[in-house]
């Protein structure tokens, strides 16, 4: 299985990859895990957005996928959302390398910031595999519970996940 990585800034996606990409989402988070919520929340437009595309059909379609999102007015730090692999393509290691990429992606625009996620409950031993820490108590976010994640830059000691 071959897997073409694109990162993307909102304004470089096609109107097809931007289609895609909204279908798979709402496939994982809204139709999958029964979660009713604003998907297109106005964050997309700024933030970057790292796809996987596999060209198993007729035309190359998403198979994993996340978006990072800058710090700024909103955050403090940058964080990682809407992490996502197709249903037909887990237990690959694809969750795996796209957060490995996104890692690197953030280590080279921010080497001195922290990483935030806000984590379904269920991933946070996957997300400690990546050295995120807890740093928050539990908490519900669209009827799914939650936790705050942090991954520091090497050599800090940052605690807080603010923004």
Not at 66 to 84: A, C, D, N, T, W
Request: proline share 6%.
């Amino acid at each position: 299985m071959e897997i073409q990585w694109k990162l993307s800034a909102f304004e470089e996606l096609s109107t097809e990859e931007l289609y895609e990409i909204l279908h798979l989402r709402q496939q994982v988070f809204i139709v999958e895990q029964q979660c009713i919520y604003q998907d297109c929340d106005g964050h997309d437009k700024k933030a970057l957005h790292l796809v996987g595309w596999s060209n198993r059909a007729e035309r190359p379609e998403p198979v994993a996928y996340l978006r990072i999102l800058h710090p700024g007015k909103e955050r403090i730090f940058p964080s990682v959302g809407r992490v996502l692999t197709h249903p037909d393509f887990r237990g690959k290691g694809l969750g795996r390398e796209i957060m490995a990429r996104c890692l690197h992606t953030l280590e080279e625009l921010y080497p001195e910031l922290p990483v935030c996620i806000s984590a379904q409950q269920y991933l946070i031993s996957f997300y400690e595999s990546f050295s995120f820490r807890l740093s928050s108590n539990g908490y519900e976010e669209d009827g799914i519970p939650h936790i705050k994640m942090i991954r520091n830059p090497s050599g800090t000691d940052s605690t807080g996940c603010i923004g």
